[in-house]
């Protein structure tokens, strides 16, 4: 009955590496969203999907890619890691409410990311 | 984009003991929002403000959307073990975009 799934929960991974973290939501959702948080707790928005369309690109290198094959899901692609890549990455889930605005953000419980 | 402050960024308080913590912001907005983070999770909504001046509670929480639109509070009362976490506030800046405060974190000693 899990309502935002992320998988894998840890990742140690070496630098240069692709890697994908995967979400997925069964609240019904129309609109999906990634979060980084680094050392310091800091929580930052990365990207947001509508309906599987691009809506938020917060200056994001562009080796992060998300993709999003349906409304239930949305990946994350990351080519050539680097050590500052190294953090918690969350994804979140909400309905977008009337007049564009959103409902309550859901968070996953978060993908540790290492990169040596 | 606007930056919300918020304070204090760590408290170290006994079992039972009220906690206060608050958020401000150099911009108006119209909505503010108290997440809690627990250890190996994500955050959690507690209480959502949507009114300059609405007194919201939760339980033993309860939280304040400031008069002039930029603060907010949030208060814990007879604090237990399990409120120990990182809390958060959080703004929206556009339709869907949230910002979040840099986090207050709290420790108990029972």
């Known amino acids: 009955d899990t309502a935002v799934s992320q998988t894998p929960k840890y990742l140690v991974t070496q630098m240069g590496n692709d890697k994908s973290i995967k979400c997925e939501q069964n609240?019904?959702?129309?609109?999906m969203y990634w979060y980084k948080q680094d050392s310091k707790k800091f929580l930052k928005i990365m990207f947001s999907?509508?309906?599987?369309?691009?809506?938020i690109n917060e200056t994001v290198p562009n080796r992060f890619s998300p993709k999003s094959p349906d409304k239930a899901h949305l990946n994350l692609h990351i080519n050539s890691l680097e050590l500052g890549d190294s953090a918690v990455y969350f994804c979140?889930?909400?309905?977008?409410?009337?007049?564009?605005?959103?409902?309550?953000?859901?968070f996953g419980p978060g993908t540790r990311l290492t990169v040596l | 984009g606007q930056q919300l402050n918020q304070s204090p960024q760590s408290m170290f308080i006994q079992e039972g003991e009220d906690v206060s913590m608050n958020c401000t912001s150099s911009?108006?907005?119209?909505?503010w929002l108290w997440y809690k983070q627990e250890p190996g999770e994500g955050p959690v909504l507690l209480i959502a403000?949507?009114?300059?001046?609405e007194l919201t509670s939760n339980g033993r929480l309860t939280a304040q959307f400031g008069i002039t639109r930029k603060d907010s509070f949030l208060n814990i009362s007879a604090s237990i073990p399990s409120d120990v976490g990182i809390y958060f506030c959080?703004?929206?800046?556009?339709?869907?975009?949230?910002?979040f405060g840099q986090g207050t974190r709290l420790t108990i000693n029972p």
């Open positions: 979140a889930s909400s309905h977008l409410a009337s007049g564009g605005s959103t409902d309550t953000q859901y």
């Open positions: 609240l019904g959702h129309d609109t």
């Open positions: 999907y509508n309906n599987k369309e691009l809506i």
């Open positions: 911009s108006i907005f119209n909505t």
């Open positions: 403000l949507y009114k300059a001046g």
């Open positions: 959080a703004e929206f800046q556009g339709a869907q975009k949230l910002v």
